[in-house]
C-alpha cells in the first residue's frame, strides 16, 4: 500500500514507513558494487600469491625464461618473431588429444592452446584427475601431466584455458611441481 504523502515509500502492517525506493537502490548498488570490488581484490591476490611460486620472474641473462615471464620476449629471443607484436604469434588451438598434440608440436604454431577439465567430472567416474579436454567432453586419452611432459620437450609456448574451477587447484599443483623438477624455460599463460 503507498503512502498518501509519497509513492515512493511504503506502509508496513504496523503503520511505519519503510525505506524509499530509492534507497533501497542506493543500498543495492552499493552492495553490487562492494562485491565487485572484493572479487576483483580476490582475483589481484589469488595471482599475486600463484606469482609467488615462481620467484624468477620474467628474462634472465643466461636466456632462460620464467612461467611469469612475458611471452612477446620468449618469442623474440627464440628468433620466432621479429619484433615484439602480438599479431605475429601463431596459434594452434585445442591440442587437446595426443594426435592434436603431437600435430601442434610438429607444425609452424608458435604456441599450443590446450583445454584442462577433470577426468569424469560430474558423473560418477570423476578421478579429479586434470585432463586435456574441451566440455562437454569429460574424457581424453592425455592428461595434463602428459601433456606437459611432451611439450616441454618442445620451444612452443604454453596457454592452458581452464574449462572446469574444479581444475585449476589440481592443476596448479601439477605446474607448481613440474616446475620444481625441471625449468619450464618459458612463460606460461593461465585462463580461469
Known amino acids: ?3 498518501p504523502a509519497s509513492d ?7 503503520g511505519k514507513d519503510g525505506p524509499s525506493i530509492r534507497r533501497r537502490w542506493k543500498l543495492l548498488g552499493g552492495l553490487f558494487f562492494a562485491s565487485l570490488v ?4 580476490g582475483l589481484v591476490g589469488y595471482f599475486a600469491v600463484y606469482r609467488d611460486f615462481f620467484p624468477d620472474r620474467g628474462f634472465k ?7 611469469g615471464g612475458d ?3 620468449y618469442l623474440l629471443q ?3 618473431i621479429d619484433r615484439k607484436d602480438g599479431l605475429l604469434v601463431t596459434w594452434h588451438h585445442a591440442a587437446n588429444s595426443k594426435s592434436q598434440m603431437e600435430k601442434a608440436l610438429k607444425g609452424s604454431a608458435m604456441v599450443l592452446e590446450a583445454d584442462v577439465n577433470i577426468e569424469g567430472l560430474n558423473t560418477p567416474n570423476e578421478t579429479g584427475t586434470p585432463i586435456m579436454a574441451h566440455p562437454p567432453d569429460v574424457y581424453s586419452d592425455n592428461t595434463l601431466q602428459e601433456w606437459l611432459d611432451a611439450v616441454i620437450q618442445s620451444k ?5 584455458d581452464f574449462k572446469s574451477i574444479h581444475a585449476v ?3 596448479l599443483d601439477i605446474l607448481v611441481k613440474k616446475y620444481n623438477e625441471v625449468s619450464f624455460n618459458r612463460p606460461v599463460w593461465l585462463n580461469a
Open 61 to 67: 641473462v643466461d636466456g632462460s625464461f620464467s612461467p
Open 169 to 171: 587447484n589440481p592443476s
Open 156 to 160: 612452443k609456448g604454453i596457454k592452458l
Open 8 to 14: 515512493q515509500e511504503f506502509l508496513y502492517k504496523d
Open 38 to 41: 572484493a572479487a576483483y581484490l
Open 71 to 73: 611471452l612477446l620476449d
Open 78 to 80: 627464440h628468433g620466432m
Open 1 to 3: 500500500m503507498l503512502h
